[in-house]
């Protein structure tokens, strides 16, 4: 008997969020102080006399460490944290109950809204990953333009956790830790109780990206971190996809200490600092997340000129509850100036899942998932997630995401341009001054 999509029983998002359990806030603990102590992670905290919960807590989001950090720096307060549903997958009893609450990532889900709100109410603290996934590269990424409305919504203050160092010692290319000490964060109240009604949330915005910008590769140089990992470079072409020296994409790789271009053969070594240097030739950029930022501009003067297309065959997987994935089989992924497309058959019964560029402003990809299932787009409904993986040879997930926030942006631009060009009349080619 075949059955429908439809007819898959979903995580039941409306489930009201569950105060962290006494009896497993030791665990909590438990689970986090020796990964702390190992790695002899300095907390600092800045305008936090006095703050107790509620508060909403934002931290910027490098590796899993940062979970076991937030649970120490905010000791002994017990929270409620907001999770990724694949978080959820096997073990959703225990998540619930040690505070979790599921999300879908990078929707607007009004629930959720709800669910912080009820945290409040309880006088707990709630923790917020605003970024939404790893970092790709050790800095800071695009924050939802909500978050400012949501402090307005809740009325409580906000306290932001930047921790460095996570990426350098597992970074998401590749997540071998490295045993980095003196790891550090800062725990600093952004916005007072007070403060609520008197700032506008675009105010609230400001304060909050201003917080969120990091660099850790520039903090290991800065703070002269060594590591001697042999295998440091390895992975990271999945970030540094695009060769600055002959612009070839797709055809980087990286082993051991070294990153090349299999096309123009040219290479780079990574030192124990965290830097990358041409081995002949001229370095055309020694700190990765200048490489990062310099494929962004590539991408959006593909956006730009309206040139930008990926389509691919792909499979896909659903993960519609917390026990698991299910497997959807082939479909085709086309991804474009309108946005996203996924179109498939599951059972004979056809689906698809269309997000405009304008609704997503990221997405979240995962190199070689779980270590066996290769790199992937997670996409996300309100009552699904979709892992998608493209079967074409060559391309690269990083390039997606870049595209997704490129997009989001260049879409946000052409419809104020529009919106203005209304305003003032220009559309019917009639000038404005004649108008007033």
């Known amino acids: 008997m075949n059955m429908h999509l439809s007819d898959i029983k979903r995580f039941d998002m ?38 107790k919960p509620p508060y909403l807590l934002l931290c910027n989001h490098n590796s899993f460490i940062d979970f076991k950090v937030t649970t120490v720096a905010i000791f002994p307060h017990r929270a409620n ?26 929707t607007n889900d009004t629930v959720m809204v709800r669910h912080m709100k009820k945290v409040a109410d309880n006088g707990d603290v709630i923790v917020l990953y ?20 949501l402090v307005k919504l809740l009325k409580i203050p906000v306290v932001s956790l930047i921790m460095h160092g996570h990426h350098v010692n597992s970074p998401f290319w ?20 007070d403060e609520i009604d008197l700032l506008d949330h675009n105010e609230i915005n400001d304060r909050i990206n201003t917080a969120f910008k990091y660099d850790d590769f520039a903090w290991q140089r800065e703070k002269k ?42 290479e780079w070594n990574m030192s124990e600092y965290g830097e990358l240097t041409a081995v002949e030739g001229a370095t055309e950029f020694s700190h990765i997340p200048d490489w990062y930022e310099w494929e962004r501009e590539q991408v959006r003067r593909e956006v730009e000129n309206g040139s930008y297309r990926f389509e691919s065959d792909v499979t896909v997987d659903s993960l519609p509850n917390a026990k698991g994935f299910i497997h959807l089989g082939n479909g085709k992924l086309t991804h474009d100036m309108k946005g996203f497309l996924l179109e498939g058959e599951y059972e004979g019964s056809p689906y698809s899942v269309s997000i405009s560029s304008r609704a997503l402003y990221s997405c979240h990809i995962e190199y070689n998932y779980l270590g066996k299932h290769g790199d992937c787009i997670d996409l996300n409904t309100l009552t699904d997630t979709y892992y998608i993986y493209p079967k074409c040879s060559e391309f690269s997930v990083t390039k997606i995401a870049l595209a997704t926030e490129e997009l989001y942006k260049f879409s946000r631009t052409q419809s104020s341009a529009a919106a203005v ?16």
């Open 225 to 266: 971190i060594r590591i001697d990992y042999p295998e440091r470079a390895k992975g990271l072409h999945k970030v540094l996809y695009q060769c600055p020296a002959c612009y070839t994409q797709y055809r980087m790789m990286s082993e051991g200490i070294k990153l090349w271009c299999e096309h123009c053969k040219k």
């Open 81 to 106: 944290y907001l999770v990724a549903i694949d978080g959820f997958i096997g073990r959703e009893w225990l998540l619930r109950n040690v505070g979790c609450i599921c999300k879908r990532k990078f």
């Open 130 to 149: 605003p970024e939404a996934r790893y970092s790709l590269c050790g800095t800071n990424a695009i924050l939802p333009e909500s978050l400012g409305k």
């Open 14 to 51: 409306l489930k009201k969020p569950i105060r962290q359990r006494h009896f497993l806030r030791p665990l909590t603990w438990l689970l986090s102080y020796p990964a702390v102590l190992a790695h002899r992670v300095k907390i600092t905290k800045i305008g936090m006399h006095g703050i």
């Open 174 to 193: 590749n997540l071998k830790d490295r045993g980095v000490k003196h790891m550090e964060a800062v725990l600093a109240q952004l916005v007072s109780k």
């Open 421 to 436: 060009k209304r305003t003032l009349g220009t559309g019917d080619g009639v000038s404005a001054t004649s108008r007033l």
